[in-house]
Every structure is written in C-alpha cells, then in structure tokens.
C-alpha cells in the first residue's frame, strides 16, 4: 500500500474527529512513513509495519470516546465509548461467532443435559423402590444417587468450561485494551 492510499483511508475512518485532532494524527502517520523512508524502508514495508489503517482509525475512534467517557462521564460520552468498542470488536465479532456460537450451544446442552439427568435420577431413586427397579430397592437407590452424581459432576465441568470460555473473552478483551492503552496514553 502506498504512503498516500493509507493516509486517505486513515482520514476517511477519522471521519466525525474534531478537525485538529485529525491533523495531528495525520501528521503523526506522516512522520512515521519519512522516518521510514529515511531508514531505507519503502512506503509498502511502512504500512505493511503499521497494520491496516481502517483498524487503526477504529482504534484511535474507541480511544478517543473512552478519553472522552474519562474526562465527562456523561450518558452520551458512555454511549460513544460503548459503541466504539463495540466498533473495534465488529470485525472480530464475525471472527469470533463461527467458533463460539458451537461451543456455547454444546455448553448449554450439556448444562441442560446436567439438569435433566439430576432430575432422572432424582426419580429413579424416589420411584424405582416402589415400581419393581431390576435389582430391587437398594439398586434403585444407588442408581438414582450415581445419576444424580454424574449429573453434578457433568455441572461442575459445565460450569468450570463456562468461567474459562468467560475467561478467556475477557483476555480477548483486554488484549485489545493493550493495544489501545499505548494511543490513550500518548
């Protein structure tokens, strides 16, 4: 990409910015592609280096209503702040939902599956003395008791993948405040 094709589509995703703060991110961009160009590098290998400029607009937009939220804490500052990242998230968004919606809908069967088994073996052991259970009462109880067992160790696993699945968003989350944090402190 050309120091002039990233530039152009750098200004287009500033778009809606205060006019000033705009420049001066330009400008910025500008001294990174004549720093590079005085270290020998070519226009392609600058830009290639500072990723894709629609993300870095998206980015610098998100920092820029979350600096806002920072200093207003207003209704309007949370809503632009929200929607920013929700702005920056968008693209992985359609990343992420191909392989989350699977794990969560095998979660919630199999937490739907704990449930229903604790209730299985709930009546196994209350009916199964009383409706002639093969090996008689005490098998029926101790079938009820070891459903009911399974059952709850089925929620446990549920519940442990559910906080690392839960866990692991939030790293995801972070990491994109990381690369954030350096544009929000600068």
């Known amino acids: 990409m050309t120091r002039q094709a990233f530039i152009a589509r750098l200004r287009d995703g500033l778009t809606g910015l205060p006019a000033q703060a705009v420049a001066d991110i330009i400008s910025d961009y500008e001294t990174h592609f004549a720093e590079g160009e005085a270290a020998g590098r070519t226009e392609a290998e600058v830009a290639a280096a500072l ?46 939902l191909p392989v989350l919606m699977p794990v969560i809908g095998v979660l919630f069967a199999l937490g739907v599956a704990s449930v229903v088994g604790m209730f299985a073996g709930g009546g196994i052991f209350v009916v199964g003395p009383f409706a002639g259970f093969p090996g008689g009462i005490a098998a029926a109880l101790l079938a009820g008791i070891g459903v009911m067992a399974g059952s709850a160790s089925l929620g446990a696993v549920v519940t442990l993948a559910s906080i690392g699945l839960i866990n692991a968003l939030v790293w995801y989350g972070r990491l994109h405040y990381r690369l954030l944090k350096p544009a929000l402190e600068s």
Do not use: F, M, N, T
């Open 51 to 96: 990723g894709d400029p629609g993300r870095l607009a998206r980015e610098i937009r998100a920092e820029s209503s979350l600096s806002r939220w920072k200093s207003e804490r207003s209704p309007g500052a949370a809503a632009g702040a929200i929607a920013a990242v929700l702005g920056l998230g968008a693209i992985d968004v359609l990343i992420l």
